[in-house]
């Protein structure tokens, strides 16, 4: 298994501009996430889903937008990056939400940068 | 709306000394609890959980860590820290709805 991956590695975009961030897992995990982390802080949750079909907000979700017609595929869309949104995207996937073989998988992170 | 909040932002030990890492959380239902570690550079690892019967959980690397539901706290321990124990450390909870929240870090150096 290749567990939980994440495209780009880096990126950088020009302010207003978009872009997808690509996740996928092929654990067949039911429940996905997108966090982002900010310099010395912890992770704060964009959006969740559950499974195919449902989508639902986390904390931070405003300028972001997220899609799950399979259950392998999470992409994260930013429509107009704006500086605020600089920083380092994480996804990651889960069986279910309890259980005692319940562990959460991360990707490896892709470093978003907005100028 | 649940919440997790982690009481040491640093703390700075010499090798052998002990550890223990505050985390307090606020949900009025059934959650999972979660330490994370995350070295310089690499990304998240699960140290420890606990979602039901013993309270006090051991982990890997000697870590543990003891939920005790009437003060809302899952606090980290370990008895001896090594200088491999420098990282950033982070409480989590996951509720029955499969939404999660992290605290943001206890960022933890270790002298030699």
């Known amino acids: 298994n290749a567990g939980v991956t994440q495209t780009p590695k880096f990126r950088i975009l020009k302010i207003g501009q978009s872009m997808t961030l690509q996740c996928t897992q092929d654990m067949n995990h039911n429940y996905m996430y997108w966090y982002r982390q900010d310099p010395g802080m912890g992770l704060k949750l964009i959006y969740y889903?559950?499974?195919?079909?449902?989508?639902d907000k986390g904390e931070v979700p405003n300028g972001y937008n997220v899609s799950r017609s399979t259950t392998e595929d999470f992409p994260l869309r930013l429509e107009l990056a704006a500086p605020s949104q600089t920083s380092v995207y994480f996804c990651a996937s889960s069986f279910g939400w309890a259980g005692e073989n319940y562990e959460q998988y991360f990707g490896p992170g892709t470093r978003l940068t907005v100028t | 709306a649940q919440s997790v909040s982690q009481h040491n932002h640093h703390v700075i030990l010499s090798e052998a000394a002990s550890l223990e890492l505050g985390c307090n959380y606020s949900y009025g239902g059934t959650v999972n609890l979660f330490w994370y570690v995350q070295y310089p550079g690499q990304h998240l690892q699960l140290l420890l959980k606990y979602f039901s019967g013993d309270p006090l959980v051991k982990g890997i690397k000697g870590f543990e860590a003891e939920f005790i539901k009437s003060k809302f706290s899952f606090n980290l321990r370990k008895p001896s820290v090594q200088w491999s124990d420098t990282a950033e450390y982070f409480c989590?909870?996951?509720?029955?709805?499969?939404?999660?929240?992290f605290g943001d870090g206890t960022t933890l150096t270790v002298k030699p």
């Open positions: 989590a909870v996951i509720t029955n709805a499969g939404k999660s929240t």
């Open positions: 889903s559950v499974g195919a079909g449902i989508t």
